[in-house]
């Protein structure tokens, strides 16, 4: 045996200049919208009108990726990216469907074990990304098992070599060490492939919210933060954080009033929904292997303490550790974007309420440590805009938008944020100003008119 160890240098370096897409849906206008969205990348396209059509084609042809519509006749979208699973596991598989369509998504994701499932109406951009970033770890896959089969044959030839002369054994073993390192590089990059797949999830479900009641980003620094602070092993850290990248998953099947509605206000039947939340964000992560401690987080994070919680009664330490973790970052977080109260509370009235539910909903050895945390070094949640101005009343003008709401001292909510200004409006609360305590003065937080900042812009 034969075995040129100089082969690793060969593998390629990126992924191939051009890759073969298999294009599948019954709707002739949905083909050629695809169609229009790939045509000026660099692929090339091939098309099927029927899950038929597609295995004829893939039983004589090879293609990269296949993108599939979810409802066919015949066979549907999720049986055909099953099938192609079973024959060409090589090719990733990507799902075009609804956000009510719930069902053929978890069937893909478990059957077909799909590396997406994209939305309809799509965004272009996030649809040229996805495919971008599918074919990128298909290629590191590759690269990975191309590694992991070399060194398969190398260790064949070291047993023979053993038996020969051993002096061969040790003039191999640097050899074999630098092949081990590549595979290493190549899990890494594994690794941080499915970090950038969870980014990705994590921005396309904060487009169901508005721009200013976006959670992710802050959990995420949130629990990276207090995971430093706590000195957690980096395994947990990794799980908890990828958690808090995907705990809203199991929302993107609400329709718009209800993910926009805080928990507080929600009727009988909307709770019912929301407390299957962390459950179905679980169902739909668990074929995914490097992401299942992840999906475990995500399903217990709204156990509570004391063990009246959601989805299992869990109590006490029975409740996995990074999900009490992630359980104060989200309430933290949530309580400030008014996602959970009526209305948004301030950062110290958020570190006050955790710290009134300690050992009711939060562990309270870590919630001590959490607002330790908090007070010593966590920036504030609402984090800086450049775009917002601190204005009195005396230096607001018409024209301008709040940003953050307006209260009197008294605590009644004066002006919602997005209202737009006028000159009554403005006459109005500085008449209000002269009834307040003390001589208090409003500080509105404030976005400039939209012409100014299309001329500061120019």
Known sequence: MDINYSDVDTLPSQPPAKARLLLVDDEENILRSLHRVMRREPYELAFARSG???LQRLATETFDLVISDAHMPGISGPDLLARIKQKYPGCIRILLTGYTDLAST??????????????KPWEEDELRLTVRQALAFQYSERRRLALEQLTRAQNQELQVLNATLEDKVRARTEELEQTA????????????????????FSA?????????????????????????????????????????????????????QMIETPSE?????????????????????????????????????????????????????QIPLGARVLKLAVDFVEFQFGLILERKVSREDAITLVGRYKGLVYDPEMADQFLQMIVQQAPDVEGYDPAIL?????????????????????????????????????????AFEQNEPNGLRYELYVYPPENEEKETAS
Not at 399 to 417: D, H, K, P, Q
Request: with cysteine; charged share 25%; net charge positive.
């Open 52 to 54: 038929e059509e597609a």
């Open 106 to 119: 978890i069937a893909a994701i478990n059957e077909g074990q799909i590396y997406r499932y994209i939305s």
């Open 181 to 200: 390192g590549m595979l290493d590089l190549a899990y890494q990059e594994l690794r941080q492939s499915y970090t950038t797949a969870a980014e990705v």
């Open 204 to 256: 396309l479900i904060n487009k169901r919210l508005p721009a200013k009641r976006q959670p992710n980003a802050k959990v995420i620094a949130l629990v990276k933060a207090f995971a430093e602070h706590c000195q957690l092993d980096s395994a947990l850290t990794w799980d908890v954080t990828m958690a808090a990248a995907l705990y809203n998953l199991g929302k993107l099947s609400w329709p718009d």
């Open 265 to 317: 206000l929600m009727g009988k039947v909307q709770r019912e929904e929301y407390q299957r939340y962390p459950v179905t964000g679980e169902k739909l992560l668990m074929a995914l292997e490097p992401l299942r401690n992840a999906a475990c987080i995500i399903r217990h994070h709204q156990e509570r303490w004391s063990g009246k919680g959601v989805p299992d009664q869990l109590a006490g330490e």
């Open 390 to 430: 601190r204005l009195d009343t005396l230096r607001v003008t018409p024209g301008m938008v709040l940003a953050r709401n307006l209260y009197a001292a008294s605590g009644m909510l004066l002006l919602n944020e997005g209202k737009v200004l006028t000159a009554s409006l403005i006459e109005k609360l500085t």
